[in-house]
């Protein structure tokens, strides 16, 4: 079963909009982390914000975790075209054996 | 070789035959993972290795089999390929950090079709 479900789905935006994109998941967690997925392409890892930690950047990119509600954001800010991927979340349980995979958010930003 | 690198890039399988999905990498991570990815349900883990010469079980092993003789390669082999094994297959490695997940590093993937 997925631990990390994304929503939306898919999201369609123009450039030089934010994008956001939630995760939420059901058990206690170490970590959680977000990839990006290019079309026919491997994961790539973007950014881990641990359990103790509220919000995170990375450049464009900005995490957000609430523990309290087991949910956490990633927000792109000035979307590019080059932007466009899939994007999932992953926790890392207590417990687990490695990484939990959500089902991924399709980011379409359109020029 | 920089990273990690899975053959073939993809493979037409007839259902009944053998198939080993190579997987190897070059930053000397002790933990390698198989995952499979199906439209709609995101990664599904296989198997995975926390260090050479141990294996273990993910979600869905059943009808696959992996080895770990060394650090550097992680083959995953389906004995006897049946068509619900169509998938794109993903190899990943990372520090095996016990219950600090840490961040993963994935191939290109493998896409596999099983007639």
């Known amino acids: 079963s997925q631990q990390g479900e994304e929503d939306p789905q898919a999201l369609s935006i123009q450039e030089g909009e934010n994008a956001t994109m939630n995760c939420s998941y059901k058990?206690?967690?170490?970590?959680l982390q977000w990839y990006r997925q290019n079309s026919g392409r491997g994961l790539v890892h973007l950014i881990l914000?641990?359990?103790?930690?509220r919000e995170k950047h990375s450049g464009r990119l900005r995490v957000t975790l609430d523990t309290s509600k087991k949910s956490s954001s990633l927000l792109i800010t000035a979307s590019r075209a080059a932007d466009t991927a899939s994007y999932f979340c992953?926790?890392?349980?207590?417990?687990?054996?490695?990484?939990?995979f959500g089902s991924g958010t399709r980011l379409q930003v359109q020029p | 070789i920089a990273g990690i690198t899975q053959a073939p890039t993809s493979q037409i399988l007839a259902a009944g035959r053998r198939m080993t999905l190579r997987c190897t990498q070059d930053?000397?991570?002790?933990?390698m993972y198989w995952y499979r990815q199906d439209l709609g349900l995101g990664l599904r883990l296989i198997h995975y290795s926390n260090t050479a010469g141990t294996t273990g079980k993910g979600e869905v092993p059943d009808g696959y089999s992996v080895s770990r003789a060394n650090t550097d390669d992680f083959p995953l082999t389906l004995a006897s390929a049946v068509p619900s094994q169509t998938s794109v297959y993903f190899c990943?490695?990372?520090?095996?950090?016990?219950?600090?997940?840490?961040?993963?590093?994935f191939g290109p993937g493998t896409r596999l079709t099983v007639l």
């Open positions: 930053m000397r991570h002790n933990a």
């Open positions: 990943a490695s990372s520090e095996f950090g016990g219950e600090a997940y840490n961040e993963q590093f």
């Open positions: 058990t206690s967690i170490n970590n």
């Open positions: 992953a926790t890392g349980n207590t417990g687990r054996r490695a990484l939990t």
């Open positions: 914000i641990r359990s103790n930690e």
